[in-house]
């Protein structure tokens, strides 16, 4: 793991999918995680949760939940102030560096438990991310830090089709903003992001793959260009 790094994200599938969700395998992957020596935050991906096998989808959530919910407090002591989003507290947002981050739940896979509490959720995922990000830009935060795990398909456009409306009507680009995420477990890198100048997503390759991507961050010094305000380091 990079040492200058003063904080890591796993972007979630912690194990294949389809593959049991016993609690034994996410206190496996607690038992490594923990060992870093820098803070770490988690987001849920698909396959330890909705892609699950059928009967123990409600079971690998749960198990989720359990360990990696507040994770980076568990382990950890830091004073990054982070906020949890209230009846959703998988998700959560922290100011670092006049940076506003945001953890959420944006899984890929299948829709679950079904279309309605699927739609509900981005929605409110949606609310809760405008709401902040309205209270802390421009006076705590020059730009925005979305970390999530779905690549982008149309199930998630619930979340993403109004939020680039909101970018471009209510923030009129004038903040750089990137989405992290893992799930497609290839490299892609997308600047003019959903059509929108000063956007930029960055998909990992995870797993095995690659290294632990290193990112540098300062939106402050480049509040009108993601490309130079999310600068990263492959490392390969």
């Known amino acids: 793991l990079p040492e200058e790094c003063d904080f890591i994200v796993h972007l979630g599938d912690i194990q294949k999918g389809g593959i049991s969700c016993e609690k034994d ?23 330890e949760w ?12 749960e198990n989720w939940k359990t360990h990696f919910v507040s994770y980076d407090s568990k382990h950890w002591n830091h004073t990054f102030g982070v906020v949890q989003q209230e009846g959703r507290p998988e ?11 945001f953890g959420l739940n944006l899984v890929g896979g299948t829709v679950y438990p079904d ?41 998630q456009r619930h979340f993403f089709n109004p939020f680039r409306d909101f970018m471009r009507d209510e923030l009129n680009n004038r903040f750089p903003v990137l989405y992290l995420h893992g799930d497609g477990h290839k490299w892609i890198h997308t600047q003019n992001f959903y059509e929108q100048s000063n956007y930029l997503r960055i998909q990992t ?6 290294p632990v991507l290193l990112m540098n961050v300062d939106t402050h010094s480049h509040v ?13």
């Open 91 to 101: 998700n959560y947002f922290f100011v670092h560096r006049r940076t506003l981050y």
């Open 224 to 236: 009108e260009d993601a490309n130079r305000a999310f600068q990263y380091d492959r490392r390969m």
């Open 25 to 47: 395998r996410f206190e496996a992957v607690d038992e490594i995680l923990q060992l870093s020596g820098i803070p770490m935050f988690m987001v849920p991906g698909d396959n």
């Open 115 to 155: 279309e309605t509490a699927w739609i509900q959720r981005l929605r409110e995922n949606l609310d809760w991310v405008r709401s902040v990000t309205r209270s802390k830009l421009p006076t705590e935060a020059s730009g925005v830090v979305i970390l999530g795990h779905a690549q982008i398909t149309g199930d």
């Open 205 to 210: 390759s995870g797993g095995t793959v690659d």
């Open 50 to 61: 909705n892609d699950c096998p059928n009967d123990q989808r409600e079971l690998g959530w």
